[in-house]
């Protein structure tokens, strides 16, 4: 399970919800081993596309050199769909990289980007196999 | 020379749980074939062929070895290597 504080779920939505129509990525940090996401860290899709993100190359040393000398880990890596479902795509699967992270998934393609609803899911991947998770805002 | 190689999580499963490991090479391709022979299957997940795997980032100090020479950049005694896979998906 995720339990996320609400204000930085309300965060990771209005950042997709600005980057509509492309797709919208950053991570949340938190102390090692603890599995409490703490510190928002919105981040720029270098692929500026609707249907692929990626971190600047730049960016993601940075950010893991900073989680490093605060002693954190990536409790969440977020990203949005905006034409498709909060599910995890194929893409998405064979590039996770973090099996300790949560991927949270926000789809704005019900009109999320305006004021429709948002889909806000959480999920496991862990080599190639996905499950979801159920979230519990704190 | 021995250069430091800071291993991600995701690898880690070839290194003993180490997140950082010592080799030794006189560019990026040659000090991955040294961490080969300690730390097998290692290498297949940064190098596809003769290049660098496209969704895995290695820098030397502060630079991406794409900016570089790639898996020929050259090495010095006392730098730092950064493997991280790239944060990606669609």
Avoid: W
């Amino acid at each position: 399970m995720l339990r996320i504080p609400r204000e930085i779920a309300d965060e990771i939505v209005a950042h997709a919800r600005r980057d509509h129509p492309d797709e919208a990525c950053g991570v949340v940090a938190g102390p090692a081993g603890s599995d409490r996401p703490e510190r928002f860290i919105p981040m720029v899709n270098a692929a500026r596309s609707p249907t692929f993100y990626e971190f600047d190359s730049m960016d993601l040393l940075r950010l893991y050199r900073d989680m490093d000398a605060n002693d954190e880990e990536p409790v969440v890596v977020y990203h949005s769909h905006t034409a498709t479902e909060a599910y995890p795509s194929r893409t998405d699967i064979s590039y996770a990289s973090e099996p300790h992270a949560h991927y949270v998934l926000v789809s704005t393609r019900d009109g999320a980007h305006v004021s429709g609803p948002v889909e806000f899911r959480s999920f496991r991947i862990v080599d190639g196999q996905v499950s979801e998770e159920p979230v519990e805002f704190a | 020379m021995t250069v430091t190689v800071a291993i991600p999580t995701v690898l880690r499963q070839y290194t003993d749980g180490q997140k950082q490991v010592s080799g030794s090479g006189p560019d990026l391709a040659a000090l991955i074939t040294d961490l080969e022979t300690r730390h097998t299957g290692l290498s297949d997940r940064i190098i596809d062929g003769n290049a660098l795997r496209r969704f895995v980032n290695v820098y030397v100090n502060d630079e991406d070895v794409r900016f570089l020479d790639g898996l020929g950049t050259p090495l010095q005694d006392g730098d730092t290597v950064t493997i991280l896979p790239a944060v990606a998906g669609g």
